[in-house]
């Protein structure tokens, strides 16, 4: 097991739009993206338990050559509504770096 | 017509954040052929559109546009600006193009100004709507006229074909509504036949000015320079410099699709994209395609909610730090019960929020147990209620307990800290997006306005006169 922190050179979050928030893992080499990219605890389970986002509505990007992944959810309150914390979401990221990733062994 | 490639100076991210007069100097003597920038986004909230507002100050709006005209009228190429005044409504566009206006005056400059634009009545969009014209993006579901209502202002999001319409009827300057940040700069590549899918990328890849570049404050702008196979992209600043992987990660950058771009008329698909190093700070690009596809315009509406009062207090009493949640809860509970004891039914379906910096007002989460206490928090209070007025008396009511709470009942009443008095502050109403829909129209012209002033005419006017 390893956390993202500790695979990822760069973890960001931002909202794309009003509707929309989009999670950028930039992966520490080509290695680890292999390794960790496509770990199942990176799915839509885990943007609803960190953020309580509606699984349907999270779609997840592998960018190899640049060894990434965007994952994007849909916003679960307005914008700059009554229950605003973070407009921009650019303090989310911080919720992801401590999650832990099994690296599946597509070989074995 | 040109020779050789289209090249286009992006100043800035956003008028307003700070072009540099170097920078403008050095991209003047690279031959550039227009100035595009754009003045604003949807990420500051809603309020700039609901309220016709600008989010950055008059003063830096008006020394870029300053140093920007001045540079358009020496080198004698057009400047582009779209999404003006940030929200890019109808007051949001007169507020730039006063400060146009004002600035032309003074360099004693005599431009040819288009004007244009896109915000829409609510009649028209209930029509639309009627039509079947209107179709929704997730995660929001179908438009009803009482979500139109809602709305304060809306505006349709422009393409590129205003902006080459009025380049090619001889705007000096154009200042456009609400645009997409990549059409504002795309239109002039497109005019001088540029080939879409390299238009479009470098102007996404530019919409954020120096974003791109290895060293993101090192320079304000970037140049891009198209030709028939693809692009180059190079910061407008000999200190700084572009890789290919500066230039490619911010294709990723505020968007949720990190291969298609979807624009008015069309969709930007980078899937097949190559960078590559043309020198140590200019990157090449070639690969990007553009699939047209039946054109449509997003709609953004903003209106505004409930009303809401604040107040804020400090606390480093370690009794209190090392019980944070129990603090919050024990007092928002109390909260309540006060503003149910001493208000009534009248307060109607108020909401009360404590948000806990230091601690964990950004989350609102409960942090793991063990976690060690801060040295010192600030609880930010949030009533809202149906109107200001209920708001702020919700405050008053629930003042004394917010700032004397004891966590220990048998103690004396502690006093926490705070700055201001009267300690309230009424915030207003909160403001939305209220719309995530797209529009079809026939024509890409059909639900935009162009004004033109043009200052030779009206300077021969007053010498008439």
Redesign the interface.
């Known amino acids: 097991m390893a956390t993202l922190k500790q695979v990822c050179h760069h973890i960001r979050s ?7 928030v ?1 999670i ?1 893992l ?1 992966f520490d080499g080509p290695e680890n993206f292999r390794k960790y990219s496509e770990s199942a605890l990176l799915g839509p389970a885990l943007l609803q338990r960190l953020f309580g986002a ?1 699984p349907a ?1 999270v ?1 997840r ?1 592998p ?1 190899p ?2 060894s ?1 992944v ?1 994952i ?1 959810y ?2 679960t309150s ?11 979401c650019g ?2 990221f ?2 992801l770096l401590d999650v832990e990733l099994d690296a599946p062994d597509v070989r074995s | 017509m040109i020779d050789g490639p289209v090249k286009i100076l992006i100043p800035t991210g956003s008028l307003g954040a700070g072009v540099r007069e170097d920078e403008i100097r050095y991209a003047i003597e690279r031959g550039i052929h227009a100035i595009a920038t754009d003045a604003g986004s ?6 700039y559109l609901a309220l016709g507002m600008s989010k950055n100050n008059r003063g830096s709006v008006k020394r870029d546009l300053t140093l920007l005209m001045k540079a358009g009228a020496v080198a004698r190429i057009p400047l582009i600006v779209g999404s003006s005044g940030q929200a890019g409504g109808d007051a949001n566009v007169d507020w730039t193009k006063e400060i146009a206006l004002e600035v032309a005056a003074e360099l004693g400059l005599k431009p040819r100004i288009a004007v244009i634009y896109s915000e829409q009545t609510k009649t028209t969009l209930k029509a639309k709507n009627a039509a079947g014209k209107i179709r929704a ?4 579901g179908a438009l009803d006229d009482a979500t139109i209502d809602a709305c304060d202002h809306i505006v349709a999001v422009m393409g590129p074909e205003p902006y080459t319409e009025a380049l090619k009827a001889g705007a000096d300057i154009i200042l456009g509504g609400r645009t997409t940040d990549t059409a504002v700069i795309a239109c002039f590549a497109l005019l001088k036949g540029a080939p879409a899918g390299p238009s479009w990328h470098a102007a996404k890849i530019a919409e954020c000015g120096g974003q791109c570049a290895v060293n993101r404050l090192a320079s304000a702008g970037v140049i891009i320079s198209l030709d028939s196979n693809g692009f180059e992209v190079e910061p407008a600043s000999l200190a700084n410099r572009c890789s290919p ?1 500066s230039v ?2 911010h294709m ?8 298609e771009l979807t624009e008015p008329g069309g969709v930007l698909d980078v899937t097949e994209a190559r960078y590559v190093a043309v020198d140590d700070r200019v990157v090449r690009v070639t690969g990007s395609a553009w699939k047209p596809q039946p054109y449509t315009m997003k709609l953004e509406g903003a209106g505004r ?2 009303y ?1 009062t604040l107040m804020l207090i400090g606390i480093q009493d370690p009794d209190v730090l090392s019980r944070v949640d129990e603090f919050h809860d024990k007092m928002l509970a109390a909260l309540y019960e006060r503003t149910r004891a001493t208000i009534g039914p009248a307060a109607g379906d108020f ?1 009360i ?1 404590l ?1 806990m910096y230091g601690w964990n ?5 409960r942090p793991p147990p063990g976690t060690p206490a801060p040295r010192e928090i600030g609880v930010l209070f949030v009533a ?1 209620a149906d109107t200001q007025e209920m708001a702020t008396q919700i405050a008053k009511a629930c003042n004394p307990y917010f700032f004397h709470f004891p966590i220990e009942l048998d103690k004396e009443l502690p006093s926490y800290a705070f700055a201001f008095t009267p300690a309230d502050i009424e915030r207003g109403p ?4 209220k719309l ?1 829909h797209v529009v079809e129209v026939d024509d890409p012209l059909e639900l935009v306005r162009t004004e033109w002033i043009d200052l030779r005419v009206e300077s021969r006017r007053t010498v008439r006169a």
Not at chain 1, 14 to 20: C, H, I, R, V
Not at chain 2, 252 to 259: K, R, V
Request: charged share 25%; glycine share 8%; aromatic share 10%.
């Open positions: 931002k909202n794309a739009g009003p509707f929309w989009t950028d930039f509606d509505l779609k990007f960018v050559n640049l990434m965007k994007s849909a916003r307005a914008q700059g509504g009554e229950v605003e914390r973070d407009m921009h303090q989310q911080v919720r | 949807t990420d500051s909230g809603a309020a993006l997730p995660p929001l992987h490619s990660a990723l950058y505020e968007n949720s699709n990190p291969f909610g409930r809401q909401h929020s948000r007002a950004v989350s609102g989460d809202t909160v403001y939305e997006f995530n």
